[in-house]
């Protein structure tokens, strides 16, 4: 279709055209809001960490008895909290860079390729990556604090830890 030039174009249209082009701007909001969840998850995943080894540690002053496990579901717990927070800013510059505008700043540092998106697959793709990893580390966090009681249990959990890596292969896999 052959694009009309701006003189073409009567008052209405480009009223309409630069409103509708302009109301891509709504995304600010999401992109500022998923970078202010992503710190705080950082904060609260941090606190977490913290809190576990001042208070649960076998080190701490009021260590109460917990066991290892207990300790290691926490400390992961926490790490699912990191992750989730790098999937709020993949998703918050990833969106800002396809809907507003390239982050020049981030250009300038070429090692550093894991916000860069060039389409909306890219963006998903990166995402779902980053959930299958907060998927892992949650089951990881569920399968601590399991206690067995039958081999047929562990053989469900021996099955759930199989296909969880195969999932992980195919969608590391080379097409």
């Not at 717990?77 to 990833?94: K, P, Q, S, T």
């Not at 909306?120 to 580390?137: A, G, Y």
């Amino acid at each position: 279709m052959k694009e009309k030039l701006e003189e073409e174009q009567n008052f209405m249209e480009r009223f309409f055209e630069r409103g509708l082009w302009s109301s891509r701007y709504i995304v600010v909001l999401a992109v500022v809001f998923s970078v202010i969840s992503a710190m705080s998850l950082f904060m609260i995943g941090s606190y977490e960490i913290v809190y576990t080894l001042l208070h649960d540690s076998p080190l701490s002053v009021s260590h109460q008895g917990h066991s290892h496990s207990k300790l290691m579901s926490k400390i992961i717990g926490a790490i699912d909290l990191y992750l989730i927070g790098v999937v709020l800013l993949i998703f918050g510059f990833g969106i800002y860079e396809l809907f507003i505008s390239r982050i020049d700043v981030a250009r300038k540092n070429t090692d550093v390729t894991i916000l860069e998106v060039k389409n909306i697959d890219e963006l998903k793709n990166k995402i779902i990556k980053v959930i299958i990893m907060v998927l892992i580390v949650t089951f990881f966090k569920k399968v601590l604090d399991m206690s067995y009681n039958s081999p047929v249990e562990m053989m469900y959990f021996a099955v759930s830890i199989f296909a969880l890596s195969f999932g992980v292969y195919l969608i590391n896999r080379k097409n």
